[in-house]
């Protein structure tokens, strides 16, 4: 079994920053991807980051150059740095992994509140 437990939300006015850490625990075998998923109300759950293993990454066109996903292998931990935050960041943010288990299979957390104020 794998748990993922996140931290790092809140409440922060626009243009400011947050950051997100996921760390898994557990007993697998190893970590693909990691990432980060978003579910403001009324909205599906959409994607705003992943990294690899190897460390490539993907963002939403909509964080691009404001977001920073990064992960520590060797914690089996997921950042979100979050800057020049506005109020549509608004939303639910869940961190998500493929981990072999052995067989792949993809874990998400409970989510953590990111409220922006304008």
């Known amino acids: 079994q794998v748990q993922l437990v996140e931290s790092g939300g809140g409440l922060v006015q626009a243009g400011g920053s947050l950051r997100l850490s996921c760390a898994a625990s557990?007993?697998?075998?190893?970590?693909?991807?990691m990432g980060w998923y978003r579910q403001a109300p009324g909205k599906q759950r959409e994607l705003v980051a992943v990294?690899?293993?190897?460390?490539?990454?993907n963002y939403a066109d909509s964080v691009k150059g404001r977001f920073t996903i990064s992960r520590d292998n060797t914690k089996n931990t997921v950042y979100l740095q979050m800057n020049s935050l506005k109020p549509e960041d608004t939303a639910v943010y869940y961190c998500?992994?493929?981990?072999?288990?052995?067989?792949?299979?993809?874990?998400w957390g409970q989510g953590t509140q990111v409220t922006v104020s304008s």
């Open positions: 998500n992994a493929l981990v072999n288990d052995p067989d792949a299979a993809d874990y």
């Open positions: 557990g007993t697998f075998f190893s970590i693909n991807r």
């Open positions: 990294v690899t293993t190897g460390g490539s990454t």
